[in-house]
């Protein structure tokens, strides 16, 4: 799946999960159940995720809904792998947005 956020400092729950296509609370479960999703939040207790964030949801989002892992193999994997599944992971994210670009162009033709 490919996420197509604009590039920013910080992004408002409802735009995460709106980009992923989920619920805000499956975006705050998640952040409860994972330590890699800190969210920084305002005075008023809104969460602002960081491109950091994002990452890591994407990250997320691949094993749990794409490749139907549990949360508890997520987890494992996210602590053992993660070095070797960012990399492929990016990759992966790297020749979606190609093909996307790819995609628009053919449609501009």
Known sequence: MYIELP????????????????????IRFWEKEFDALKPKKNA???RKFTPEDIKNLKLIY????ERGFTLEGAK??????KKKTLTNFDIINKLEAIKAELIKVKEAL
């Open 7 to 26: 590039e920013k400092r910080y992004y408002a729950i409802g735009e995460v999960a709106k980009a992923f296509d989920v619920n805000t609370s499956l």
């Open 44 to 46: 008023k207790g809104n």
């Open 62 to 65: 691949h094993l749990v809904k």
């Open 76 to 81: 494992i994997h996210l602590k053992e792998e």
